[in-house]
C-alpha cells in the first residue's frame, strides 16, 4: 500500500472540537456492589451535559472472564450482566427487595468480583424463574420474543456456549467432550434440560442488559451526550466468539490456538508481552467478505456513537507467537488485512465514527494505513514528557485529527503519575506548563482541552484529583485490576464543585458541545443484526 494512491481518507473522522470523559460504567455507585446502568449511571449522563461535555467513553461492555477484565470477555457480542440495575426487576415485581440485602453489603469503593460471583446470579435466576412464572412482569422491559429474533445470530450460540460451559464445570471450551467442542454438533445435540434452561436464563439477562441499555442511551440522547465504545481487535480464547466461528482463528483441530497474539521484546519488557489470544485467519475472513468483523463492529456501533478499535497496528501486522509458548520472544511479524478490511468496513457501514489505538512504537507503514483510513489516533499526554521537544504527544506536535488523553485506562492516575515520575520529568512538566506542580491533573486538563486535537477526554479520576489508589489497570498485573469505583459522595463533589470550572474550560476551548450535535456515518438501531 502506498500512501501516494489514496487521496481522500475513507472516513471523515470528527469535525469541530470535543471533549468527554473516560469511566467505566462498573465504576459508578450503586447499591449492588458494582456500578450498574441504572440511577447512577443516568445521574452520570446528566452531569457530562452539565459541563458542557458531549462524550462519555468506557471500556468494553461484554460479559468479563477470569480475570475480570473487560478486554478478555466470553463474548464480543453480549452484554455484561452484572450491569444491570436489579432495583428496575424489584420494581418490575421479578424480584422480592430483600434478595439484594447481600449485594448491598458490599463496598462503595471497590468492585469485589468473587463476592459478586456467588451472590449476583443466584439473584438473576430467582428474577428469571418469577418472568417464566408471570410473563406480563417483562413487558415493561420490551418484547423478549422480539429481541430473540433480531439478536439471533449471535446470541443462540452465546447462550449454549454459558450453558455449556456451567454444564462442564466452567473449564475453557477446548477441553469439552468431542461432541461439545465441535459447534456444528454441539447446537444439534439433545443436552438435558438443565443446560436449555440454562440457555433460556442467558437469554434472559441479554434482553434486560440490551432494554436497560437502551434506555440509557435515550436519556443521553435527549441531553447531547454521546457514548464511545470501545472494541478490542482480539477475542478472549475461551469465548463464545471462537467457539462458534473457529475458522476465522488460527486453530489446533482440537481447538486450541496455534498461534496466538501479543507484542515483541522492548526496553521495558526483555521477554515481549504473550497476550494469548487466538490470532484470526484473515484469509478465510477475507474470503467471506470479513461478515464477522462486520457484524460485530455494527453491533458496538449499535451501542455506542463511535468506538475506539484497540491495537490498530494488528491490522497492518501483528506479532505472531507459537501456540504454547512461555513467552513472547520467539515470534514474527504477519501482515494484517491493511486498507482493504477498512474499505470494506466503509462500503457496508458508511462513514462511521472510529478511532484507532496507535500508541506505542509504530512502523511508517501503521501510520500510513491510518491516514488513508481517515481514523484519528491518540495521544495521550502522561507520555509526552521525559524527552524532548519533538516528543509527538506534547501538545505543540499535536494535529487536529486525533484525541488527546491525559491518560487512559491503562495509566497511573495524573497525581499518582506526577508524584512517581522523576524529577528531571516533573521538572519539564513544570516548565512546559507554567505549572507549580501543585495540581498536576488541573494542568493536563487544560493542556488537553487547549490542544488542536478534535477530541480531548479525561479520565474522571483525573476530574476529582485522585491519587494512585484510584488506578483502574495496571498491565501485566493480574490482580486487584478493575475494581475502583466512584463513591456517592465524590459523585456529589463532582457536581457541586467541579463542574463549574470543567464547563467554563470547555467554553473558551471551543469544545463546550452543541445540543444538536451531529456525526458522520449511518443511525444504527439499538437492535437488530447486520
Known sequence: MSATTITTPLFSGFQGRHAGI????????????????????????????????????????????????????????AGNPYLIDLEALVAAGLLDADALLPLRKLSPERVEFGFLWEH?????????????????????????????????????????????????????????????????????????KAVSDDA????????IFF???????????????????????????????????????????EGTPAFVAGVPPDYFSPDGQLWGNPLYNWEALKRDGYRWWLRRLAADLRLADAVRVDHFRAFYDYWQIPGGAAHARKGKWEKGPGLDFFRKVRATLGDVALIAED??????????????????????????????????????????????????????????????????????????????????????????????AALAVIPFQDVLGLGSNARFN???????????????????????????????LAEVTGRRAPLNATLPGKNFSSEGAL
Not at 170 to 183: F, L, N, Q
Not at 411 to 440: K, M
Open 359 to 452: 500508541l506505542g512504537d509504530l512502523s511508517p507503514g501503521v501510520h500510513t494505513l491510518r491516514q488513508a483510513s481517515g481514523l484519528p489516533g491518540m495521544a495521550v499526554l502522561q507520555f509526552a514528557f521525559g524527552s524532548d521537544a519533538a516528543n509527538l504527544y506534547l501538545p505543540h506536535n499535536h494535529v487536529r485529527d486525533c484525541v488527546v488523553y491525559s491518560g487512559t485506562h491503562d495509566n497511573d492516575t495524573t497525581c499518582g503519575w506526577y508524584a512517581s515520575a522523576p524529577e528531571s520529568v516533573r521538572d519539564q512538566f513544570r516548565q512546559y506548563l507554567g505549572s507549580s506542580g501543585e495540581a498536576p491533573h488541573w494542568d493536563l486538563i487544560r493542556a488537553a482541552f487547549t490542544s488542536p
Open 22 to 77: 473516560l469511566l467505566h460504567p462498573t465504576s459508578l455507585p450503586s447499591a449492588q456492589g458494582i456500578g450498574t446502568l441504572g440511577r447512577g449511571a443516568f445521574a452520570f449522563v446528566d452531569w457530562i451535559a452539565d459541563c458542557g461535555l458531549g462524550w462519555w467513553q468506557m471500556c468494553p461492555l461484554g460479559p468479563t472472564g477470569y480475570g475480570d477484565s473487560p478486554y478478555q470477555c466470553f463474548s464480543a457480542f
Open 120 to 192: 449476583f446470579h443466584p439473584v438473576m435466576a430467582a428474577a428469571w424463574r418469577e418472568a417464566k412464572k408471570t410473563p406480563a412482569r417483562l413487558e415493561v422491559f420490551g418484547d423478549i420474543g422480539e429481541f430473540r429474533r433480531k439478536q439471533a445470530e449471535w446470541l443462540e450460540d452465546y447462550a449454549l456456549f454459558t450453558a455449556l460451559k456451567k454444564h462442564f464445570g466452567g473449564v475453557s471450551w477446548h477441553e469439552w467432550p468431542e461432541s461439545a467442542r465441535d459447534h456444528a454438533r454441539a447446537v444439534k445435540t439433545h443436552w438435558p
Open 200 to 207: 433460556e436464563a442467558v437469554v434472559f439477562q441479554q434482553f
Open 474 to 504: 495496571t498491565p501485566g498485573t493480574m490482580s486487584g485490576n478493575w475494581r475502583w469505583r466512584v463513591t456517592q459522595r465524590e459523585l456529589e463533589h463532582a457536581r457541586t464543585f467541579l463542574l463549574p470550572n470543567l464547563r467554563k
Open 211 to 253: 432494554s436497560q441499555w437502551g434506555k440509557l442511551r435515550d436519556r443521553a440522547r435527549v441531553r447531547g451526550v454521546r457514548i464511545i465504545g470501545d472494541a478490542p481487535i482480539f477475542v478472549a480464547r475461551d469465548s463464545a466468539d471462537v467457539w462458534a466461528n473457529p475458522q476465522f482463528f488460527q486453530l489446533n483441530p
